[in-house]
């Protein structure tokens, strides 16, 4: 059974589309994230919630939204699409907010923005 | 820190040797140490991770060698196999309450 599930693993869309992608996790942890991924390798936090309520929030556009129905969930949602969202998307979780070191990462959604 | 406009670093090594992936952090508060691998395709994995008050720890095959005074912290891998291809990450956190920081990646190959 996959730990961290996300999807869709490929996502190919228009510029000004709304669009979410999901996150799921069985490990029975606490705290879940959202990263982003660039063309270089680049990977930055976007969002961290522990047990439903929002932990971390980077400067991101407020056309993300995450939302988390309840702590084996994280899902993100993005408005109005533009070029520059294309990236990957990794869903991560950790045990707790204490011991987030060790993250247990999704495979990954590639998102392009056409 | 973050990589600007630079190429993921690459590092070729020939299988069966050992590697060596280094990666230099700024921040002298940071108390926490880790390193990932992600293949191609995959999320990032864990692999191993240092608190500051150690200066190495051994895994299986992996070393992870911190430097403070410099502000360095090196991965080996003994006996480099081709399924060690991939991207290395270290990153560090202040605290374990604090948001891990990811380093830019360093992508191993290994020849056969």
């Known amino acids: 059974d996959t730990a961290v599930s996300q999807t869709p693993k490929y996502l190919v869309t228009q510029m000004g589309n709304d669009k979410s992608i999901k996150c799921e996790q069985n490990l029975g942890h606490d705290t879940m994230y959202w990263y982003k991924q660039d063309s270089k390798k680049f990977l930055k936090i976007m969002f961290s919630y522990n047990n439903k309520e929002l932990i971390i929030n980077e400067t991101v556009p407020n056309r993300f939204s995450p939302k988390s129905p309840d702590k084996a969930h994280l899902n993100l949602h993005i408005n109005s699409l533009e070029l520059g969202d294309s990236a990957v998307y990794f869903c991560a979780s950790s045990k707790t907010e204490v011991y987030n070191e060790k993250l247990f990462f999704g495979s990954g959604t590639q998102l392009s923005v056409l | 820190g973050e990589s600007v406009g630079l190429h993921l670093p690459t590092l070729s090594v020939q299988e069966g040797d050992n590697s060596i992936i280094n990666c230099a952090y700024s921040?002298?508060?940071?108390?926490?140490f880790i390193w990932y691998k992600q293949e191609s395709g995959k999320g990032p994995q864990f692999i191993i991770d240092?608190?500051?008050?150690?200066d190495k720890r051994q895994g299986q095959r992996v070393t992870v060698l911190l430097n403070k005074t410099v502000k360095h912290l090196s991965l080996q891998i003994a006996a480099t196999q081709p399924g060690d291809s991939a991207v290395y990450f270290c990153?560090?956190?202040?605290?374990?309450?604090?948001?891990?920081?990811f380093g830019p990646g360093t992508s191993l190959s290994v020849i056969p």
């Open positions: 921040n002298s508060a940071s108390d926490y």
């Open positions: 240092i608190r500051s008050n150690m």
């Open positions: 990153a560090d956190s202040k605290t374990s309450y604090d948001k891990v920081i």
